[in-house]
Structures are given as C-alpha cells and as structure tokens.
C-alpha cells in the first residue's frame, strides 16, 4: 500500500483502470479477479478510481468483486480515513496478511485510527517492539497515547472483551454491517464490534 502522496501506479486514465471500471459496472467477478490477480504488480499498487466510481455511501450493498482487492485496490487518499477500512472490513473484506502488518504501520503511521481499525480486525496478532522503527519520532509523539497503547500488547494478550468481539464478528461473518446494528445492544456496543475507533487499544 502506497503513502496517499504517492502518485498511482494505474492512473484513473489507465488502460487497467478503464477495464477494471467496466468489469465493476458489469458486476463480472471473473473479469475483476483476472485483472487483480494476473494484471495488477506489485501486489500493494495503488489503483486510482474517480470519486463516482466507488462507494460514497456506507450503508450501500458493496458487489462481491469490489471486496476481492481490499489491500490491492486503495481508493486514492481515502483508504488512509479509518471510515473507508473500517466500512469495507464490515463488509465482508479479508484483513491485511499479517506478515505486511509492518508495512502498513510505516505506511499509515500518521493516521492511528486506521491502524487500530486493522489491528482491531485481527483476534491476536503478535506486536514486535522492532516496530517502532516504522513510526517517525514525530509521529509517535503526535500519537503518543495510542502508540503506547500499541506497544503495550506486545507484552500482553488482547483483553477478552475483544476476543468476543472477534468472536461475534467471525458469527456474522460477511454481513457485520446489516447483522450486528439488529443485535439487542446498546449503541456503543454496536459501534465497538464494528471496530469503531478509539484511540488506544486493550
């Protein structure tokens, strides 16, 4: 995953790009997994899609191709907003392969709310204190609360009030966003197994 000041390795003007948008109008799966999987190098290439080509509204029905390439395809700028990883994990997208985690630290350091969205989105995944060596000293000082919190778990298993929230999402699997807001709980409930940030980790 690139920084979202990076230019994109597929322009919204790119031959990929023009394919890959007339396989999402289509809805055809095969076409976009062919182009994800055979087409698109290296595997974290950003890929640019005008504002009118994705999903402005959260509560809409994603097709299921858009979700193959959660961590392929970055919506350029808005997949460094906690909203949009949060939104597409509550959709059914598999998280980040836990050996790149690193990567996306250094990538996503400034932004702690999406680092706890995907971090919340495993049930345990081991914290190094190597890690640090992602994070600029300025970043980690704008962040310190949370970024202490992080390091903190290296030392530590995650609290059992987030494995059962693990739990209850694996039970919804693909349908956390339509499943979990029917669930007879209070609000902050709903929105904690929905992975609404925080701003520490437990």
């Not at 109008?25 to 076409?31: K, L, P, T, W």
């Amino acid at each position: 995953m690139s920084s979202s000041d990076d230019p994109p390795d597929y322009p919204v003007n790119s031959d990929l790009v023009r394919r890959l948008k007339a396989a999402l109008d289509a809805n055809d799966e095969g076409s976009l997994r062919e182009l994800i999987g055979r087409e698109v190098e290296p595997v974290d290439a950003v890929i640019e899609l005008a504002n009118d080509d994705w999903m402005k509204d959260p509560s809409a029905q994603l097709p299921s191709g858009v979700l193959l390439g959660l961590w392929t395809l970055e919506y350029k700028r808005e997949l460094t907003t906690p909203l949009t990883v949060q939104t597409l994990l509550n959709h059914g997208s598999p998280t980040v392969w836990p050996d790149a985690f690193p990567k996306v630290l250094r990538t996503c350091a400034p932004a702690p709310g999406v680092i706890e969205v995907l971090f919340n989105s495993y049930a345990q995944l081991h914290v190094s204190e190597s890690w640090k060596e992602m994070i600029p000293e300025e970043v980690y000082q704008m962040h310190e609360p949370f970024y202490q919190s992080f390091f903190a778990l290296a030392h530590t298993p995650r609290c059992l009030q987030h494995l059962c929230r693990c739990a209850i999402r694996r039970w919804s699997g693909k349908n956390c966003f339509h499943l979990i807001p029917l669930l007879p709980l209070p609000k902050s409930l709903q929105d904690y197994l929905l992975l609404e940030p925080e701003g520490v980790l437990h």
